[in-house]
């Protein structure tokens, strides 16, 4: 065990993985190289975030393919060498991507367990990062994991840390169903302590990173970190708060998830995708359907506005949701009286 | 002072970047500099990247060598006007350098690391933590089925005064490699023998846990002159009945809610069982080859649902003094089965406390063992 970033996590569990499993591959822009052959270096750089470093070299170009810019042939071809035998790890780069390729994921990946009478299994992960708070601008910011978790047959998963990305990652890859897997652009220099051994994490169980009495915080990926820190404020003004990191939206733990809401009475839900129709708005049916008796005080989501992720740096920090933004929605959710109805 | 002093400090490339490498200084000290110019390539963990000076000046002092890695903000080198006297340099220096150190020193002590560490001993990898020094015969401490060297955090420090203690994961469990062998208390007995070797002790007080009790029971047999006490806390071996319940949900628990029902037996009062300690398990659980390596223990030391090995003789024929801490309210293994030993063997049986007297009585037990090392074992 020792202190690894995000980036090593998701490595490791490449690594660890394909050497376990032969039928593991990876395909994508750039996981092989990146600066392409010139001075007889071909792993130079490992994805355009060195995520995928040193895996050409090890498991050669049979197993690592770099593949042309075209997301719709490889997310594709990744589709059908899953459902004929090999375990996949597709990675899209950009999440944003996903717009030349979707039929592939949403048409053929996610319906051939369904449509082929539960006889095919499509053991496929791809890859993305996801978010805005890098600058990178409206085409390459989006968090689009509610448009995944629309789509029945695809599993959604979102890890918050460097630990949960490797048993997340793990567990997508010895899964038998398609996986979306989605890793926050910004978090790849976090750290923390990862076990050196391959783990799994199930999908569809919920974490609590903070157990508390008054308010109930849901967040995803690096809102969960933000959520933590704005509970640690809020303890010491003397609110508690549970922090709950769904892991995956879909399968999603609406138990825990509703317990926690029935042991406090006040929600709020941290989603950095857009606001319209996103997990924020699906939690908050969910929790109004039923848990309603239980709640003290309205729902509060704290989400970006419906606009596209601005470039400018402080519209960017204005667009996202932030620990203070957190911390507010939760003073005023506690703050809320119940006014009696005569 | 009329005139400025301008720290460089390691850049943030990305709001990603945390800390980065000098990779090369473009600038010697002394030269005279323009704003814009090349000054240092700097290295992270994603680019390299050339740093341009903010302004004009005179590059007075490198403070940071070539390959030094360094957090984002530290002071890397120092522009000044030549007019600055070396004296004014070397102040700012000396108190930038105690301000960083001071913004960024939360939580980061010197002191020497209390922490776990990796051994190999031969084709095992063993996690052990020690703690304690002094003339004393140094304590080994042995965990039971699916704990690890965490199930002592409340007796480690307290039992080690004067003396080194040593807890330490079996193989199988915690951080320790996986590999279990036949999975039996032989097997256990016989890496602790080595581990013992390993460590350079010849002589150890052994105090084990349930299954770690029948481990340490097992090592006195092999190797009786290694052994200088033996305290044993509601150990295997004593009779056939274990509740089966705990071992098989606590194998087959992979989420949180399932394993704290199933940790609930180890406890008299239910309300220790949190969240946070299923959860800590669990991670235990998750890594590949645990689950296996439980289930070849359980099939190995609990066929057809009871315990197989039978250690009365053992503990009769022990000669080194021996002691036995047992929680009355046990639902793994019932108190009763420390009835009937020789007399010679002091029985404390705690009440309303179950499985884990250690975790649940901990400041009992620790008392219980520091009065047995320093009376019975002095006397022997």
């Known amino acids: 065990m020792s202190k690894k970033s995000f980036r090593q996590a998701i490595n490791e569990a490449l690594r660890q993985e394909m050497r376990r499993d032969p039928t593991v591959i990876l395909m994508g822009e750039d996981v092989a190289g990146g600066r392409g052959g010139s001075a007889g270096v071909t792993d130079a750089w490992g994805g355009v975030l060195g995520v995928t470093k040193g895996l050409y070299e090890e498991f050669g170009a049979t197993r690592v393919l770099d593949t042309p810019i075209t997301e719709a042939s490889y997310i594709g071809a990744a589709a059908g060498a899953a459902v004929t035998g090999l375990r996949p790890v ?30 095919a299994r499509t053991p496929l992960v791809i890859r993305a990062m996801y978010g805005a708070g890098f600058n990178a601008a409206a085409q390459h910011s989006q968090a689009l994991y509610p448009l995944f978790t629309h789509i029945p047959g695809l599993k959604v998963v979102i890890p918050s840390s460097p630990y949960e990305a ?4 793990i567990s997508a890859i010895r899964d038998d169903d398609p996986v979306i897997f989605l890793e926050n652009k910004v978090m790849y220099d976090e750290e923390e302590e990862v076990p050196d051994e391959a783990y799994t994490i ?9 157990e508390g009495d008054d308010v109930t915080i849901v967040a995803f990926g690096r809102m969960v970190g933000f959520a933590n820190q704005a509970a640690d404020r809020l303890e ?9 990191d769904p892991r995956t939206t879909s399968p999603l733990d609406r138990d825990t998830i509703l317990e926690c809401v029935a042991d406090t009475g006040r929600l709020v839900i941290v989603d950095e995708s857009s606001p319209r129709c996103n997990m924020a708005t699906d939690i908050a049916a969910l929790v109004a359907e039923e848990a309603f008796d239980t709640l003290r005080a309205p729902i509060r989501r704290v989400v970006p506005p419906h606009t596209p992720v601005p470039f400018a740096t402080v519209l960017e920090s204005l667009y996202m949701p932030s620990v203070e933004k957190i911390e507010a929605a939760v003073t005023a959710t506690m703050n809320h009286r119940v006014v009696e109805k005569v | 002072m009329a005139q400025d002093i301008t720290p460089i400090t390691m850049p943030k490339f990305g709001l990603a970047m945390t800390e980065g490498k000098i990779a090369g200084w473009l600038v010697e000290p002394g030269a005279s500099i323009t704003a814009g110019e090349e000054l240092v390539d700097i290295e992270t963990s994603k680019i390299t990247n050339t740093f341009e000076s903010p302004l004009a000046g005179t590059f007075r002092r490198q403070v940071a ?38 913004s960024a020193g939360d939580g980061e002590g010197d002191a020497v690391a209390d922490e776990p560490v990796t051994v190999t001993v031969g084709e095992y990898t063993l996690r052990l933590h020690e703690r304690g020094e002094g003339d004393e015969i140094p304590l080994v401490l042995i965990h039971g089925f699916g704990g690890d060297l965490k199930n002592w955090m409340f007796n480690h420090a307290a039992l080690a005064q004067g003396r080194r203690v040593i807890a330490f994961d079996l193989p199988g469990h915690g951080g320790s490699s996986k590999d279990v062998g036949p999975g039996t208390l032989e ?13 350079d002790l010849p002589r150890v007080h052994v105090m084990g846990h349930s299954l770690g009790g029948g481990i340490a029971l097992t090592l006195a047999r092999m190797a009786p002159q290694r052994v200088a006490s033996l305290v044993l806390v509601a150990p295997a071996g004593l009779g056939r009945q274990i509740n089966m319940d705990f071992i098989n949900g606590f194998i087959a628990a992979d989420r949180v809610r399932a394993l704290q029902d199933v940790l609930k037996y180890l406890v008299h009062d239910k309300s220790l069982i949190g969240r946070r300690m299923a959860d800590d398990v669990l991670r235990y659980k998750r890594l590949d080859g645990a689950e296996a390596a439980l289930r070849t223990i359980a099939a190995a030391c609990f066929p057809a649902g009871q315990q197989g090995d039978d250690l009365r003789p053992d503990i009769q024929a022990a000669d ?5 801490i047992w929680g009355q309210a046990d639902e793994v293994l019932p108190a009763t089965q420390a009835e009937g030993l020789p007399a010679a063997i002091t029985r404390h049986m705690l009440a309303d406390i179950g ?8 400041t009992a037990v620790n008392t219980i063992v520091e009065e047995f090392i320093k009376t019975k074992v002095a006397t022997s």
């Open chain 2, 187 to 199: 097997f256990f007995a016989g890496v602790t023998i080595r581990l013992l070797d390993h460590l």
């Open chain 2, 320 to 324: 080194m003094p021996v002691t036995l």
């Open chain 1, 90 to 119: 597709a990675e899209l780069m950009f999440v944003d991507f996903v717009g030349c390729c979707l039929d592939q994921i949403m048409n053929q990946a996610a319906k051939f367990r369904y449509m082929f009478g539960g006889k």
């Open chain 1, 166 to 169: 490797k048993g997340l990652l």
């Open chain 2, 65 to 102: 060598a070539n390959g030094e890695m360094l957090p984002v903000g530290a002071l890397i080198g120092v522009v000044a006007d030549a007019a600055v006297p070396d004296a004014d340099i070397d102040a700012f220096i000396t108190r930038f350098q105690a301000e960083f150190a001071e």
């Open chain 1, 202 to 210: 199930p999908f569809g169980e919920a974490n609590l990173t903070r």
């Open chain 2, 355 to 362: 499985h884990m007297p250690q975790l649940e009585s901990a």
């Open chain 1, 236 to 244: 010491k003004k003397g609110i508690s708060c549970t922090v709950i």
